[in-house]
């Protein structure tokens, strides 16, 4: 058998003899229950000759479900969301792990974005059907184009104006302020919830994470540098300048690799350092703007640089 040709998510249809390819970047499974209802025999009656009437009982079973998301390259349109179930995704969950280069032919194609992943494609591949024979993974060394970097693709704080509200998106910060957790009363009872600000260059964003993942973030410490994969960005209403990350039971809080995580705090460090000289050069060389600017940033620690992008300047709070 020839090998198939490899294609990249954008371009792939299906097509017998070709496979998508690219690296796996997100791998989650989870048990999800399903129930039934069957016929019980009939009860005995207590009426005069009469006969006791079927009962239905409610089985509860569970099935594995694995949840892959795969990355061809860099480029966050290149994302791919694959899912299994049952024995197969079993099956996946033996032969696959986070970092792999992998190929897959033989999956369906369901012709609609899948709502709980970080693909923007207008399709998501489900593996059905017999592994080793209508579903194959295998593994690879190289792609024809350009190797995926080892994370998914990252949006960088500073273009949050150009993701729409509720997009689940992929982010690497600094973790600059942790309250900790605590307890708020929901429609559902209480809950804990915790409010951290991680920073990224000159953009800091507060995160809104609950329960399990509320706990986790505030485990966190100070200065630290992580992983922030399927997070929800809210827009406040009626404030196109402000938006918040929020989880939902995809979200992950993962170590940073430690070359991301230097690249990461270097541009705090910069931006730190050479603030104070910055804003001394305005301050000489633009009287009439920092007058201005003063007035805005009165009351506020945090100043709109432009219309959409919110900065943080250190030395107002000097």
């Known amino acids: 058998m020839s090998a198939p040709v490899l294609l990249k998510p954008s371009e792939y ?9 690219g690296r796996i970047v997100i791998c989650s499974t989870q048990e999800v229950e399903s129930r039934s209802k069957t016929s019980s025999p009939a009860a005995p009656s207590k009426g005069k000759g009469g006969k006791g009437k079927a009962g239905k009982a409610t089985l509860t079973s569970s099935s594995t479900k694995i949840e892959l998301h795969l990355s061809a390259t860099e480029n966050a349109s290149e994302v791919l969301y694959v899912e299994a179930w049952g024995e197969l995704a ?34 998501h591949l489900r593996l059905k059907g017999v592994w080793g024979v209508q579903v194959i993974i295998a593994k690879v ?13 990252l949006v960088p704080l500073v273009s949050l104006s150009r993701v729409r509200d509720r997009q689940q998106i992929c982010v690497a910060a600094v973790v600059v302020e942790n309250p900790g957790s605590s307890e708020r009363l929901t429609s559902n009872g ?3 919830v915790c409010n951290a600000i991680i920073q990224e260059g000159m953009t800091r964003v507060r995160c809104a994470f609950w329960r399990d993942l509320a706990e ?3 485990s966190v410490a100070v200065n630290t540098c992580i992983l922030l994969y399927q997070v929800l960005v809210s827009k406040k209403p009626g404030d196109t300048a402000s938006w918040e990350l929020g989880s939902w039971r995809g979200t992950q809080i993962l170590p940073c690799p430690d070359e991301l995580a230097e690249h990461v705090k270097l541009d705090l460090t910069w931006f730190a350092t050479n603030c104070m000289t910055i804003c001394r050069h305005i301050l000489t060389s633009f009287p ?3 007058h201005i600017i003063i007035n805005v940033v009165l009351f506020s620690k945090v100043f709109e640089c432009s219309m959409l992008q919110s900065c943080y300047c250190p030395c107002l709070l000097r």
């Open 13 to 21: 249809q299906g097509a017998q003899g070709t496979a998508v390819a």
């Open 90 to 123: 079993q099956q996946v969950q033996k032969k696959c792990q986070i970092g792999d280069l992998v190929t897959i032919s033989g999956g369906t194609i369901i012709s609609a974005a899948q709502q709980y992943s970080t693909s923007k494609l207008h399709y």
């Open 141 to 153: 060394e190289t792609l024809p184009w350009s190797l995926p970097p080892t994370t998914h693709p």
């Open 190 to 192: 209480t809950a804990s």
């Open 216 to 218: 986790k973030l505030a």
């Open 288 to 290: 009439v703007l920092v």
